[in-house]
């Protein structure tokens, strides 16, 4: 009874703050001639809807599991909705979960990890979040929802970049690295996009975790055979950003702003060499049990001591998923990483609890 | 674990495949039926399948010479042993949710928090939940509907102009259930265990140690028992006395593999034991002797079970549409 990863179903979450573009992205996807048929998951139904889709209207009804976890909610119309949608195998390719647009994305993405026969039958590919370049910063001030739809991504869309100022521009994106520097960042103009920056990701796939370098690094690497829609230019230096200085709020390097921001930011900590699994895994159980609610996302590859292969492992909140993935080469640094990314993190015990685990 | 059984019945089924996902096996009056996932409802082993709605059937409910489905087009439709569909509701393209067959030719169904309950005479009647129900069950005695809900059950009297009675326990609800004796009313629940109540006094009963969600149960023929789906074993409740608090379920069917489908026979101690792995196997309760119906087939998840009013048949179906009718020596 077994399913592979490939045989489940993909599922694209797609955030946005109200306004931002969402609906311009999902008629997109479902209007380019690839051939796929989507069931689509929608609040509201808007102008949306081909012929060829599924298109399930949703009433966002978010529940806390009875298991002690207060961060461990779940989206209980999802699980109805994927169970009965799963009865019609064949009759679609991939979901796409449409949120509205204050809503927080960690529900719908524990849903998968949570609910055992989702996930048996489907996957999560990505979180896919579209922010509005003119009006992302001012949201990111006062609405905590844009905030978190930024912190949970795996691809963000900054939309609407013809409105916005080169200098302006350059200032939000500052704005979005300050909080998730790993998310992969595109700028787009009514959401033009090649659907394979969207699409069957696998950012939840421990096989696809292959590096977690901040995108903009990872970006650089991709100038070659790709425009103005990877990381903007002068993102060519490290901004790995632990290591600044906590108290200045933003740097300029080369003519590029780097910001911290204030409740939410990403924490990476890397060691030269082994960890030991008799001291990591409880360490990271307990950090979870105990900061879960703080912690939106985590991702870490380890070099566990005496052993061959890589672990990787990601969570939402208190939720890991971990496992031993292909093994280290040998010209490969055995280098243990994990990053988090979540609210008021306290980087220098995060950092000392990891240094704690070094085999 | 046991030896295999070394009973069979298997070459008193005969085989039949669908191809499509079974939502319901059994005997509509004496007519074999099945009700497909993509829409289809198979009366009777020769006619062409009926497809009443638009599209798909999301649920099915049936009781002797009914069947409700409710569909993806938002309607609610009955059929009979004639096999003419009626439409009894229509909820303006929503999905349907839950559906429940009542006394008196009455049937219940819920799209998102809307509740309508329809008597026999036609009259409908709506209630809204407090959030979507996923459960819809009548009380074996007078006119009242039971909704599972995101914590708690309600207790609906359609025809009693009062507010409905809630029966509290926090989590989510998936269906609901009333004892044949009216004294208990079960619930199953997201986070793998079973809810109950005694109805006399709304005292609590929890049933838990489950792998996995219990999607199908069924009642013995003298209500004293309560067969569940989600482990390994068919668990099968005491329901005599003050029901289960405090004594230890019986499990029957022991396998490596999870029960997705129960079904006790109407008249006599046997369950009906459908597998994640296809297999199927009856259980007599008395000596938990075991007789082989079906040996995988396909390997998909029986998903469906149903006996004929008299126990002599039996009609099962699975995820990929493989099926089967045993047929037991009279």
């Known amino acids: 009874m077994s399913t592979t990863m490939t045989d489940k179903i993909p599922v694209t979450v797609l955030t946005g703050y109200l306004g931002a573009g969402k609906t311009t992205l999902l008629n997109r996807i479902l209007s380019e001639p690839h051939g796929k048929k989507y069931a689509v998951i929608v609040n509201e139904f808007g102008e949306i809807g081909i012929d060829n889709d599924l298109v399930v209207g949703a009433d966002e009804e978010v529940f806390e599991m009875n298991n002690g976890c207060i961060c461990c909610t779940v989206r209980g119309d999802l699980i109805r909705i994927i169970e009965t949608l799963m009865k019609r195998k064949g009759r679609f390719d991939a979901i796409i979960v449409e949120t509205t647009g204050l809503a927080d994305p960690a529900p719908v993405a524990q849903t998968f990890f949570v609910d055992q026969d989702v996930g048996e039958k489907a996957r999560l590919d990505a979180v896919v979040t579209v922010a509005d370049a003119k009006w992302l910063a001012a949201r990111l001030k006062d609405a905590p929802e844009a905030k978190n739809q930024i912190a949970f991504a795996d691809v963000i869309l900054l939309n609407k970049t013809d409105l916005v100022s080169p200098e302006e521009l350059r200032e939000v994106e500052a704005r979005i690295r300050g909080i998730n520097p790993y998310a992969r960042l595109h700028r787009t103009q009514k959401c033009q996009i090649p659907l394979a920056e969207v699409l069957d990701r696998g950012a939840f796939d421990l096989e696809r975790i292959l590096e977690i370098e901040p995108a903009f690094l990872e970006a650089d ?13 002068g993102c060519t230096h490290d901004h790995h950003h632990h290591g600044h200085d ?12 780097h910001y911290h921001d204030e409740e939410m930011q990403s924490v990476s900590i890397a060691h030269e060499g082994d960890v030991d699994p008799e001291k990591f895994m ?30 990787v492992f990601q969570g939402v909140h208190m939720i890991l998923d971990g496992d031993l993935q292909r093994e280290w080469r040998p010209d490969e640094k055995r280098v243990s ?11 220098d015990a995060l950092r000392k609890g990891f240094l704690s685990c070094v085999a | 674990m046991p030896a295999a059984p070394v009973q069979t019945l298997v070459d008193r089924v005969t085989t039949l495949a669908f191809d499509r996902f079974v939502l319901k096996a059994g005997f509509l009056g004496d007519d074999l039926l099945f009700v497909f996932a993509d829409g289809g409802i198979q009366l009777g082993r020769e006619a062409a399948p009926l497809h009443p709605h638009a599209d798909s059937i999301l649920v099915a409910a049936h009781a002797g010479t009914r ?43 819920s799209a998102g928090k809307t509740v309508t309950v329809r008597d026999g005479k036609g009259r409908l009647k709506t209630l809204t939940a407090p959030s979507t129900p996923q459960g819809l069950a009548f009380a074996p005695k007078g006119f009242r509907l039971a909704i599972a809900h995101i914590d708690g059950v309600t207790l609906w009297f359609p025809n009693v102009d ?6 509290t326990w926090k989590g989510p609800h998936l269906d609901t259930s009333f004892s044949p004796d009216n ?8 986070e793998n265990q079973l809810h109950g109540w005694r109805l006399a006094d709304k005292g609590h009963m929890r049933m838990s140690g489950y792998p996995a969600k219990t999607r199908s149960w069924s009642w013995s023929h003298d209500g004293l028992w309560l067969a569940t789906s989600g482990a390994e074993a068919a668990i099968i409740w005491p329901f005599a006395k ?11 069917g022991i396998r490596p593999a999870k029960v997705t489908a129960v079904a006790f026979h109407p008249r006599a101690l046997v369950l009906a034991i459908g597998y994640e792995d296809g297999w199927v196997l009856l259980v007599r309760l008395t000596d938990a002797s075991e007789l082989l119906v079906r040996a995988g087939g396909d390997g998909t998840p029986i998903t469906a079970l149903g006996w004929d009013r008299d126990g002599k048949r039996l009609a099962f179906g699975s995820e990929s549409g493989g099926a089967g009718l045993l047929a037991l020596p009279v």
């Open chain 2, 67 to 109: 069947l409700v489905t409710g569909g993806d087009d938002g309607r609610v439709f009955e059929t009979g042993p004639a096999g003419k569909p009626a439409e009894i509701g229509n909820e303006k393209g929503r999905w349907i949710d839950a559906v429940a067959i009542g006394p008196e030719g009455s049937a219940a169904w």
């Open chain 2, 242 to 252: 003050e029901g289960p608090t405090g004594k230890a379920p019986r499990e029957c």
């Open chain 1, 221 to 233: 690497d991709h100038h070659h055979h790709d425009h103005d829609h990877e990381c903007g230019p």
């Open chain 2, 162 to 167: 009062a507010e409905p009675e809630r029966l």
């Open chain 2, 183 to 190: 004294r208990f009313l079960i619930t199953s629940m997201q």
């Open chain 1, 337 to 347: 990483r994990i990053v988090f990314i979540g609210r008021n993190l306290n980087e």
């Open chain 1, 282 to 311: 409880p360490w990271i159980n307990d950090l979870v049990q105990a900061e879960g609610p703080s912690i939106l996302r985590s991702k870490g590859i380890l070099a566990f001591a005496k052993e061959p292969k890589r672990f």
């Open chain 1, 246 to 257: 906590q108290h200045g709020h933003h740097h300029h390097h080369g003519g590029l702003k």
